[in-house]
């Protein structure tokens, strides 16, 4: 079977699931990865024939994504912040709107020269350790910490630490039990990308996502869908210095009631809308 043959199979069969245009971008990632040609070298060479080694690897992957797995987890990379990041199903998919909140906090952080002198940075729910990884990579004078309740999802982000040469310490902890916070030290920067949609919204979300992104990852309890900003803002009470800042990333339906928590806990609230237009980010810092 010929390049160009092999290909359009693959987008013919995609496009049963997906747009055109999704279906086009997930065939050309899928074929750059396992023909190892760019799109201009493998329309100049319509005609080659394919390895059956890459056939086979072709219709393994194209079965795959016609089950709905993402193609981040198919090939086990998705790009954050100009990097490229090794990925499972024990974490979430990077998406653009973490990458709006990493730059928010780089720019907060510059603004007030923080970086010319140490300083102490806490990512709460690590996952993949895409977040604190961009931030050391950028602000090389941080010391950055990555929590994670998941052992499974910790060695992922051990894993893109090392192959991205950023030295971050990792550590196993249930962050809700607050028995456990004096484990951890004080930090002049708190972020998180928490758990944040209710239970009852898991059927409006795409079946690529609830059924293979980690639930603990993406969902908290109908009831209180707040508890991780409110266990944040109890945790920076104590280890947040007074002039540190929390950067969350929230959802777009709650914002006045996460700004609420923060200030139940004498922090000052600053929303940012994501491109968008959508409220998806809080910078919060202690009142004065």
């Known amino acids: ?37 760019k799109r201009w070298e493998r329309t100049g060479n ?21 089950e709905h797995k993402p193609v981040q987890y198919v090939l086990h990379e998705a790009w954050f912040y100009k990097m490229k990041y090794f990925v499972d199903e024990h974490v979430l998919i990077p998406r653009p709107e973490t990458e709006e909140l990493v730059e928010w906090l780089i720019e907060v952080v510059r603004e007030n020269n923080l970086q010319g002198r140490e300083f102490r940075i806490l990512d709460v729910g690590t996952g993949s350790g895409c977040i604190a990884v961009s931030i050391k990579k950028e602000l090389m004078n941080a010391v950055v910490t990555g929590i994670d309740v998941s052992v499974e999802a910790l060695q992922v982000a ?32 708190i972020v998180s990308n928490p758990p944040y949609i209710p ?3 898991k059927g409006k979300l795409a079946m690529n996502v609830t059924a293979f992104e980690p639930d603990i990852a993406l969902f908290v309890e109908n009831n209180y869908p707040f508890v991780f900003y409110d266990k944040i803002a109890h945790f920076a009470q104590s280890h947040l210095k007074h002039d540190g800042k929390i950067f969350v990333e929230i959802h777009e339906e709650f914002c006045q009631e996460i700004q609420e928590v923060f200030s139940a806990c004498n922090f000052a609230s600053e929303v940012r809308k994501d491109i968008y237009g959508k409220e998806r980010m809080i910078k919060a810092t202690f009142r004065k």
């Open 1 to 37: 079977m010929t390049t160009e043959q092999c290909y359009n199979d693959f987008l013919k069969q995609l496009t049963l699931i997906y747009d055109s245009r999704e279906a086009t971008n997930i065939t050309e990632w899928v074929f750059e990865i396992v023909t190892g040609l």
């Open 46 to 66: 319509k005609s080659v024939a394919l390895e059956k080694d890459t056939i086979q690897k072709l219709e393994k992957y194209l079965k795959e994504l016609l």
């Open 158 to 189: 051990k894993k893109n630490a090392a192959e991205l040469h950023a030295k971050i310490s990792f550590v196993t902890i249930d962050f809700l039990r607050e028995s456990l916070w004096n484990s951890l030290g004080v930090y002049d920067v």
């Open 199 to 201: 239970e009852n919204e």
